[in-house]
Nanobody, 115 residues
């Protein structure tokens, strides 16, 4: 079993920045893709960004140029640096990892962008 613990959410003003972290622990042999998703109130969960085991990254158009995903393979961690935040970025952010043919979700961390 794999456990994911997220941190770094909070309240930030429009135009501000936040850095989310997600650390994986448990029965991990190697982690494949790591990603971030988000779910705003009344909306479906949506994909934000992901990063492959070799570091290749992909971003949703809505965050491209503002968010940066990265990973630390030694720490089994994935990060999301969010800049130029907008009110529409307000959501619960979840990390997701794929390992040994299974995928796992974190518990979510709230990000609120408001003045």
């Amino acid at each position: 079993q794999v456990q994911l613990v997220e941190s770094g959410g909070g309240l930030v003003q429009p135009g501000g920045s936040l850095r989310l972290s997600c650390a994986a622990s448990g029965s991990i042999f190697s982690i494949d893709t790591m990603g971030w998703y988000r779910q705003a109130p009344g909306k479906e969960r949506e994909w934000v960004a992901d990063i492959g085991s070799q570091g290749r990254t992909n971003y949703a158009d809505s965050v491209k140029g503002r968010f940066t995903i990265s990973r630390d393979n030694v720490k089994n961690a994935v990060y999301l640096q969010m800049s130029t935040l907008k009110p529409e970025d307000t959501a619960v952010y979840y990390c997701r990892v794929w390992t040994s043919g299974n995928d796992y979700w974190g518990q979510g961390t709230q990000v609120t962008v408001s003045s």
